[in-house]
């Protein structure tokens, strides 16, 4: 069975940092492809910040210079290193593991960035 279960968020003051963690059980870590995807009230799901199999990172322009992705294989955990938050970053944060079809999601971390 597939599990993703994220780690981290909570509440933050703008300017602040957070590290969001992404345990993974039951797949083969190192093969797939890691991703960060976030939703805030009322809009779409948007891809924050992806990590290939082959180690190319990419993110999103809102954030890129300010989130870091990274995976440690040997604890089957991807994390997002995230500095300088805004409001705008506020959301739901979501976990997500991709290798050809087979595409799964981790539950949900809430970051709220707020004064």
């Known amino acids: 069975q597939v599990q993703l279960v994220e780690s981290g968020g909570g509440l933050v003051q703008p300017g602040g940092s957070l590290r969001l963690s992404c345990a993974a059980s039951g797949i083969i870590f190192s093969a797939y492809a890691m991703n960060w995807y976030r939703q805030a009230a009322g809009k779409q799901r948007e891809l924050v910040a992806g990590?290939?199999?082959?180690?190319?990172?990419h993110y999103a322009d809102s954030v890129k210079g300010r989130f870091t992705i990274s995976t440690d294989n040997a604890q089957n955990t991807v994390y997002l290193e995230m500095n300088s938050l805004k409001p705008e970053d506020t959301a739901v944060y979501y976990c997500?593991?991709?290798?050809?079809?087979?595409?799964?999601w981790g539950q949900g971390t809430q970051v709220t960035v707020s004064s």
């Open positions: 997500n593991a991709r290798w050809f079809l087979q595409n799964y």
């Open positions: 990590l290939t199999s082959g180690g190319i990172t």
